[in-house]
């Protein structure tokens, strides 16, 4: 299986340059970059560890790394060196990192002398910070969130008081009083909450980053590897076997990885050609990976920045997340599953001979000591109950335990001496490290754009005229409203990541939606954390903004996932991208799950009965859903069938038994009806 190594050459590319930066130098350069991304990986253990550095100067620091690393290892454009770094580049990090550093410095004064109000050195330097971000921004994720940003503010300083003033026409020009541009930096860079600095770069310094770490870490040790074996072992013989073991492997990766692109690649590499030789089209063997993959930022317990970022925002403890989270995770794994068994049949595929896999106990016993941090992360966070950041900085230091312990028993069982494992150990370490840093530099650019643009939702209440627009446009029906925040969201991942997506949709169109459900009567009561009462209702927007914001990786035209898939499979990336995507539509409908029904998310379940009846309803809803666009079921299902199909995961959608009731009998009458057709067939 490792001749795969070589087809995954160019999805291996695609994750250096979307995630890592293209650019690897070759000459004393390189050194500088490992000596500030494993520098970057040191200052947040410590600042993780002390526990006690002023915000502020925390999430400057945050930034003032990733400016220095993006510059240097992100190129310009397509024509860009990659094996060396323009001395323009060199300019642009060093000028982007003082200006980071000028907030380290000053951050007491600005705050506590200066009350948040620029003075001209600070308009001076705050105006040079945007800019350098925008720039960092383009790099690192593209030009759509630069340009939103950009848009963002331009918004902000029309108006009739605005810097723009009568620039937009008619009641555009009316939304809001505008700002001068003075006041615009004061608020994005002189403010320690709703601005560059606020909460979403916060989440990503504080806890974001040792998360990343710990599973940078782990994957260099070799867990990756080993969950795809395992996967292999148990399910790479059975019916459609390789697409199965890819959607389990994938979900192993999936607990430590918040990145499809690198799940993608890591379990990719091994079950994209694997499907290819059990029958799947190259466009279907892709899909499959980059649905399995894109579902990984829905397992506890690492989603993604933007899981954590959806915690600080709702003021839930994110333990309490991960525990929302399991179910809709499992059925999300579950349908795919199922969703594949009946391509398997349909296709009529069978799985790898057994001389091809590996055996399942020696695999397992062969990576069994991987569990053990995951074990303790679970354990820290749901029973001890540690802060999310101190749970995962432990967990580092016993995953870099067990690291050395692997490495010392390989070097001794192969008779190579203490020193070797020492060696290897220590590369594994620093790799671990650097790679962890290279991975956050696209989340913390993103997270501090994403600033801009939820202070600048503040500074005019933006959310008053998208109400207002929404409610005229879904004639205050929930339903509709949900559809176009859906469009919304499918829109922006064209060009967002799923951490940007999110928090766009959080900041603009999840408090709409809210309102438009409260106005229609909707209201599931509250949850009381530390003292503070959560509406449930704000919770399921909040989720469904999340899971229509994982769809950005799987969307096309710009489906990053889908083209590191496509690179493995040698196949179209446009077809694998909207085959990912029509598999990627079951998130979708889970999504209006969750909505409509808390309790999936555990909350409101009074007993083991009626919480066994909801996850059972709505994995039936979402088996119908897959056979309605797979249409196959019992056998091949006509136009009709699938539109029974399609009626009866609307019906058991909501949690209401009588609609449950009736879409139970539809799914039993297009499986009767297939069943007939079928025997008919055979008689024929």
Do not use: C
């Given at each position: 299986m490792h001749k795969e190594l070589l087809e995954g050459g160019q999805a291996q590319q695609l994750v250096q340059e979307a995630e890592l930066g293209g650019r690897r130098p070759t000459d004393w350069s390189r050194w500088v970059i490992l000596a500030l991304a494993v520098g970057w990986s040191l200052f947040q253990v410590w600042a993780t560890w002390v526990g006690s550095l002023d915000a502020l100067f925390f999430r400057a620091a945050h930034l003032a790394f990733a400016f220095a690393l993006v510059f240097l290892v992100y190129p310009f454009n397509r024509r860009s060196p990659r094996d060396r770094i323009p001395l323009f580049d060199w300019v642009l990090g060093?000028?982007?990192?003082?200006?980071?550093?000028?907030?380290?410095?000053?951050?007491?004064?600005?705050?506590?002398?200066?009350?948040?109000?620029?003075?001209?050195?600070?308009?001076?330097?705050?105006?040079?910070?945007?800019?350098?971000?925008?720039?960092?921004?383009?790099?690192?994720?593209?030009?759509?969130?630069?340009?939103?940003?950009?848009?963002?503010?331009?918004?902000?300083?029309?108006?009739?008081?605005?810097?723009?003033?009568?620039?937009?026409?008619?009641?555009?020009?009316?939304?809001?009083?505008?700002?001068?541009?003075?006041?615009?930096?004061?608020?994005?860079?002189?403010?320690?909450?709703?601005?560059?600095?606020?909460?979403?770069?916060?989440?990503?310094?504080?806890?974001?980053?040792?998360?990343?770490?710990?599973?940078?870490?782990?994957?260099?040790?070799?867990?990756?590897?080993?969950?795809?074996?395992?996967?292999?072992?148990?399910?790479?013989?059975?019916?459609?076997?390789?697409?199965?073991?890819?959607?389990?492997?994938?979900?192993?990766?999936?607990?430590?990885?918040?990145?499809?692109?690198?799940?993608?690649?890591?379990?990719?590499?091994?079950?994209?050609?694997?499907?290819?030789?059990?029958?799947?089209?190259?466009?279907?063997?892709?899909?499959?990976?980059?649905?399995?993959?894109?579902?990984?930022?829905?397992?506890?317990?690492?989603?993604?920045?933007?899981?954590?970022?959806?915690?600080?925002?709702?003021?839930?403890?994110?333990?309490?997340?991960?525990?929302?989270?399991?179910?809709?995770?499992?059925?999300?794994?579950l349908t795919l599953f199922i969703l594949v068994d009946l391509e398997a049949v349909k296709l009529g595929l069978k799985g790898l001979p057994k001389s091809e896999l590996p055996r399942f106990w020696p695999t397992l016993r062969a990576g069994l000591h991987y569990a053990f941090p995951l074990l303790y992360l679970l354990y820290a966070l749901l029973i001890q109950q540690l802060s999310p950041e101190r749970a995962a900085l432990n967990a580092i230091f016993l995953m870099i335990g067990v690291a050395l312990l692997q490495e010392l028993y390989r070097a001794l069982r192969q008779g190579q001496g203490l020193w070797r494992g020492l060696e290897a150990f220590g590369r594994i370490v620093i790799e671990g490290f650097a790679n962890g840093a290279r991975n956050?530099?696209?989340?913390?650019?993103?997270?501090?754009?994403?600033?801009?643009?939820?202070?600048?939702?503040?500074?005019?209440?933006?959310?008053?005229?998208?109400?207002?627009?929404?409610?005229?446009?879904?004639?205050?029906?929930?339903?509709?409203?949900?559809?176009?925040?859906?469009?919304?969201?499918?829109?922006?991942?064209?060009?967002?990541?799923?951490?940007?997506?999110?928090?766009?949709?959080?900041?603009?169109?999840?408090?709409?939606?809210?309102?438009?459900?409260?106005?229609?009567?909707?209201?599931?009561?509250?949850?009381?954390?530390?003292?503070?009462?959560?509406?449930?209702?704000?919770?399921?927007?909040?989720?469904?903004?999340?899971?229509?914001?994982?769809?950005?990786?799987?969307?096309?035209?710009?489906?990053?996932?889908?083209?590191?898939?496509?690179a493995i499979a040698r196949g179209d990336p446009f077809k694998t991208g909207v085959q990912g995507f029509v598999y990627e539509l079951r998130t979708a409908l889970l999504a209006y799950m969750v909505f409509f029904n808390p309790g999936l998310l555990l909350i409101g379940v009074e007993s083991a009965l009626e919480g066994g009846r909801i996850i059972a309803t709505a994995l039936l809803g979402l088996t119908a859903f897959s056979a309605a666009t797979l249409g196959y079921l019992w056998g091949p299902a006509g136009w009709l069938q699938r539109l029974v199909y399609l009626a009866a995961a609307l019906l058991l959608m909501p949690n209401n038994p009588g609609l449950e009731l009736i879409g139970l009998s539809l799914l039993a009458l297009g499986l009767v009806s297939q069943g007939w057709m079928a025997r008919r067939a055979s008689a024929g």
């Open positions: 060093l000028t982007a990192t003082l200006s980071a550093g000028y907030v380290m410095w000053q951050y007491k004064e600005m705050i506590e002398i200066r009350g948040g109000l620029a003075n001209q050195t600070d308009l001076w330097v705050g105006s040079l910070t945007i800019l350098m971000l925008l720039l960092a921004g383009w790099r690192a994720l593209g030009p759509a969130m630069p340009i939103i940003s950009i848009l963002f503010m331009l918004f902000a300083l029309t108006g009739p008081q605005g810097l723009f003033q009568g620039q937009l026409p008619g009641v555009l020009g009316q939304l809001h009083a505008g700002v001068q541009w003075r006041s615009l930096v004061s608020q994005l860079f002189m403010n320690a909450s709703d601005s560059i600095w606020g909460t979403p770069i916060g989440v990503s310094a504080r806890t974001v980053f040792v998360f990343v770490l710990f599973g940078a870490i782990l994957e260099r040790a070799g867990a990756g590897k080993w969950f795809t074996d395992l996967a292999f072992s148990a399910l790479g013989g059975v019916r459609g076997g390789p697409a199965k073991a890819s959607i389990v492997s994938s979900a192993l990766t999936g607990v430590v990885s918040g990145s499809s692109i690198s799940n993608v690649v890591t379990s990719g590499t091994f079950t994209i050609p694997a499907m290819r030789r059990a029958g799947y089209s190259a466009e279907k063997a892709g899909a499959v990976e980059v649905a399995a993959s894109s579902n990984g930022q829905l397992m506890p317990p690492v989603m993604g920045a933007a899981a954590f970022i959806m915690a600080d925002f709702l003021g839930v403890p994110y333990a309490a997340l991960v525990l929302m989270a399991v179910v809709p995770a499992l059925l999300a794994y956050m530099v696209g989340i913390a650019i993103a997270t501090g754009l994403a600033g801009i643009i939820i202070a600048v939702v503040l500074i005019t209440n933006i959310g008053f005229g998208l109400t207002d627009l929404l409610q005229t446009l879904s004639g205050g029906n929930v339903l509709v409203a949900l559809f176009l925040a859906q469009l919304i969201s499918l829109v922006l991942g064209m060009g967002l990541p799923t951490t940007a997506n999110y928090v766009v949709m959080a900041s603009l169109v999840v408090p709409v939606v809210t309102k438009i459900a409260e106005q229609a009567g909707i209201d599931y009561g509250s949850l009381t954390f530390s003292g503070i009462e959560v509406p449930i209702l704000k919770i399921v927007a909040h989720m469904f903004a999340f899971y229509f914001g994982i769809m950005a990786d799987s969307t096309p035209p710009v489906a990053l996932a889908a083209y590191a898939a496509s």
